[in-house]
């Protein structure tokens, strides 16, 4: 959407009735815990990947419980969110235990014959046989461990319980247009309001909280209170403070009472709401460990992202004949060349963590984007940058996965460039 489109009278329709922001007011939630409808975002179902089993039959006692009283509601966009990220959880678990299976080696002191005759060297080689005796049949351990992870399909202990109560009551799927979808959705980013603007420079538009919210708002239609669990605290959510989420945002709580005639909206973390119906408090306390490290390793990434797209820019303003202009959406930057042509520059950073093929997945949906604004002449050329946190990344891989998406639309690509990298210690990009 274009800047002259801009709505100069979106806070009318934001707030339809002046007089009542004032009466504005939400339930408790010790009210409304009772008969609420409990909604769950995509993190707070992949929480569970990293807890114990005493954790996990709690978490299923929670499940089913809200299952039989009818209060429990997965959106469609968090169920295709969660099919999309559990192979990530699951990677994680078998990075770790490869790592950990290889990284553990035999100790040898070594062979000294001037110290045979000596007690103590005879009884440090007797422990040494012992200790690697024991590695040996500690990395057996790991090694079926690992293997049990690589039969798992579609059949982890997650999995098995989520199959068990998700079932298509509990999962609210919404049928939609998709060009109204799209409408709204830049009506709302144009003028920042929440959810998901913060997305809008995603492969998809950031759409999927976008849809989510609908459904949150089909809810309403049944005139019922709402928590919805999620652990996220960006912005366009959270009213946010020192970089934690206060409390939701105020247009989503008035947007929600207007759909709902007068009920409230709630949002909690997956520990909070095992706190606010009873769960036991070890239970609660190892969830929280968990959000609290899903939330440090999002905030790193986000951190990471910032940093790529600076040494993007500086990758770029090294050429003397380029004009760089940082970009508010897609793409990142435009590059004006002294022979008068333009070309899009679109950072994109990559979690080491995740598979090169779902990224290159991804990329199609920027790569579609990025033809077209060729195609109509918004830019003469585009560029893409891949930007990885580690050099040791199968770049190789990530190469042949975004070759092959390239090929896959067979039509004419000859002005869409790409190039692979990673940040060095100094945060400078090296193209591989």
Known sequence: MKEKEYDIFVN???????????????????????????????????????TGSDSL?????????????????????????????????????????????????????????LLENIKEYKEAIELEAKLNEQITQYRKKIKSLVNEVKSWNWNDPISEIYKDVFTKGTVLDLKFDENEVKEKLQYRYLHKIPPGFKDDNKPDDGVGDFLIWLTILKIAEEKQDVIFVSGDEKTDWYHKSEKNGLYPRFELVNEYRIASGGKSFHILKFSELLNL????????????????????????????????????????????????????????????????????????????????????????????????????????????????????????????????????????????????????????????
């Open 57 to 113: 039959n709690e978490l299923k006692k929670v499940f089913e419980k809200l299952k039989k009283q009818k209060r429990l509601v997965i959106p469609g966009q968090v169920a295709r969110e969660f099919a999309n990220n559990r192979p990530e959880k699951l990677k994680e678990v078998y990075q770790q235990l490869t790592r950990k299976q290889n990284g553990l080696q035999s100790i040898s002191i070594g062979k000294y014959p």
């Open 12 to 50: 009318q329709k934001i707030y339809p009735n002046a007089s009542e922001i004032f009466g504005v007011s939400l339930s408790s939630l010790n009210k409304i815990k009772g008969d609420c409808k409990i909604v769950f975002d995509t993190n707070a179902l992949l929480v569970p990947y990293l």
């Open 277 to 432: 119906l009873g769960a036991d408090d070890k239970v609660v306390r190892e969830v929280a460990k968990e959000e609290r490290h899903q939330k440090s390793k999002l905030s790193m990434f986000r951190e990471f992202v910032g940093k790529a797209e600076n040494a993007i820019m500086n990758w770029l303003l090294q050429r003397d004949d380029l004009g760089v202009i940082p970009n508010n959406g897609f793409p990142d930057f435009e590059v004006n060349y002294d022979d008068g042509t333009k070309s899009g520059v679109d950072v994109v950073p990559i979690n080491s963590q995740r598979n090169s093929g779902l990224i290159s997945m991804h990329f199609r949906e920027r790569f579609y984007r990025a033809y077209y604004e060729v195609q109509e002449k918004d830019y003469d050329k585009f560029q893409f940058y891949f930007v990885v946190e580690t050099r040791n990344y199968p770049f190789n891989e990530l190469r042949r996965n975004i070759e092959r998406s390239i090929k896959s639309f067979n039509m004419e690509t000859a002005k869409i460039e790409y190039f692979i990298g990673y940040l060095d210690q100094s945060e400078e990009f090296n193209k591989v």
